[in-house]
């Protein structure tokens, strides 16, 4: 053995440790990769870090919000889903800034500085085919609660198309907390924001409307991305974008008046993006309840697909949220795991590849929520007994998966799956007959007795837990299970009405 090798294996374990750590070589390449995109003039971040006069003055307060990993805000953990633009730092990054605080933050020679990042001004991936701009600025007073806005956008289009791409660009990132994406083509929500006074209607958690659709969402340093050729959304003529925006007050009074581009397939996509969402409505947690839990299993799916995404979603109770996949065969497949909920810090997460789930694969979801006062996040002091619902102080329990299929017809397969549910005996047909019925008209007021053979499907809805489906319980429901559940109700009543001659 050579003397330098005998050398290293002699050498205290913690030897490189006291080599100098400085901004130049070491902390200026971290911040530059993982902080800048939000922590730079105009962003949503109230100060940059792109220079070493802005770091070194605050850095103890960076070790320290990197110690606990409150930033950079990314909560997935890892080993559960492999993500595409993930902001996680490493144990050694992390270690990196807590000994560059320690030892008194040091410069170092300009001549390690690295270059200078660059980011894209304008839209990052070109000009878009298409431009849906809020019809007029929204005005976010200087302090209070923070808003959830939607902005409802017609959008216009001679025919269906297919989506390969859309990029929010916030109006104003001072306040811009995040976007979601829903598509409405029933005019629900146009009608709810024509009922309220100023440009669109508030609405905390979901839009308060059953949406047909969905084109994503929007977190500050998100980079947009396109489908794999192929790939895409649909997009059905006569559709509305409901716009939601989270708004963060700043200190004084600002206005936003954010927009979407839109990029269009150059084909008609053969291989069409769906979600496969798991999700209860059977909420209730009692004051106090420091460890509530909800679990979601799917039934196998029919079809083989192909994860691309996951968003998962609670309100303030939630605590951790973990979503896998069980496969034929016996392999578990990880999609999520958020330890350390955060609705402020909600996202929706890219798989850096597909995830091939086969025909016959299980999706499960559990779910854990805090109402004690131990809760710093808890809406209600003292704590309150909590339902499923849409307002700050209701809570939900969704994660939808987004995948694709390699055949048109295993997505048509699919959506019938997942829409409906309820047995093929239930035609696309009369669901849309009854669909134009209002359910009061066919619903008794005491509701309905869900049938035996659909309670696996249909319990989820039943709120109170009663077995029965009320006039409000299916208006509830996804606007497919809905106009199915309708269909099955108006069937059975015209067989009541005119019994089969004997």
């Known amino acids: 053995m050579s003397s330098l090798a005998l050398l290293l294996l002699l050498a205290p374990v913690n030897a490189w440790a006291d080599e100098p750590v400085t901004y130049t070589e070491h902390i200026a390449p971290i911040l530059w990769k993982h902080c800048a995109a939000c922590h730079r003039p ?33 909560k997935p953990e890892p080993g559960h889903g492999d993500f595409s633009g993930a902001r996680r730092l490493s144990n050694a990054e992390i270690d990196l800034l807590a000994r560059w605080a320690k030892t008194g933050a040091a410069e170092g020679d300009p001549k390690h500085l690295p270059p200078a990042p660059k980011f894209t001004e304008g839209w990052q991936l070109g ?32 025919r269906d198309r297919t989506v390969s791409a859309v990029e929010f660009r916030p109006g104003n990132t001072r306040v811009v907390h995040h976007a979601l994406l829903f598509l409405d083509s029933t005019g629900a929500a146009r009608k709810k924001a024509e009922a309220e006074k100023g440009p669109g209607f508030r609405s905390f958690g979901g839009p308060g409307v059953t949406v ?27 559709s509305d974008l409901v716009l939601q925006i989270h708004y963060h007050p700043s ?26 969402v798991l999700r209860t409505r059977d909420i209730d947690i009692p004051p106090g309840e420091k460890r509530y839990q909800r679990t979601v299993t799917t039934p196998p799916i029919p079809v083989d697909v192909y994860a ?13 949220m973990k979503a896998w996949a069980e496969l034929p065969g016996g392999k578990t497949e990880r999609l999520i795991w958020i330890k350390d909920w955060d609705f402020n810090w909600q996202g929706s997460y890219l798989f850096a590849k597909p995830v091939r789930l086969p025909k016959g694969t299980i999706l499960k979801l ?24 849409e307002e700050t102080t209701d809570e939900m329990c969704l994660c939808p998966v987004t995948v694709y299929t390699d055949r048109r017809e295993d997505s048509a397969a699919l959506m019938k799956w997942q829409g409906l ?13 009854a ?8 619903v008794p007021p005491g509701g309905v007795p869900i049938p035996e053979r659909y309670k696996a499907v249909l319990q989820q809805f039943d709120v109170d837990g009663d077995g029965k489906l009320t006039v409000a319980e299916i208006d509830a429901m996804p606007v497919l299970v809905r106009n199915k559940v309708k269909a099955a109700i108006k069937q059975y009543r015209d067989k009541q009405a005119d019994p089969p001659k004997k």
């Open 127 to 158: 000009q878009p085919d298409l431009v849906l701009k809020m019809p007029e600025s929204f005005k976010v007073p200087a302090g209070g609660a923070d808003i959830y806005q939607c902005f409802v956008i017609p959008i216009p289009l001679d």
């Open 366 to 389: 559990e779910a854990y929520y805090d109402n004690s006062a131990d809760n710093p996040f808890n809406p209600s002091n003292p704590p309150k007994r909590v339902r499923f619902g």
């Open 435 to 442: 669909a134009s019925i209002p359910t009061d008209k066919l």
């Open 251 to 276: 200190g004084k009074a600002e206005t936003d008046q954010s927009q979407l581009g839109i990029y269009f397939n150059k084909k008609p996509a053969e291989k069409l993006i769906a979600p496969l």
């Open 308 to 320: 691309v995404g996951i968003s998962p979603h609670m309100h303030y109770l939630g605590r951790e």
């Open 42 to 74: 105009g962003e949503i971040a109230p100060f940059s870090l792109l220079s070493y006069k802005d770091a070194a003055k605050r850095a103890n307060f960076i070790a320290s919000i990197t110690a606990d990993r409150t930033m950079p805000p990314w």
């Open 212 to 238: 047909t659709g969905m084109l994503g969402g929007w977190v500050p340093g998100q980079v947009p991305q396109h489908f794999p050729e192929g790939i895409g959304l649909s997009l059905k003529k006569g």
């Open 421 to 433: 549910g309820l047995g093929s005996d239930l035609e696309t047909a009369g669901a849309m007959a």
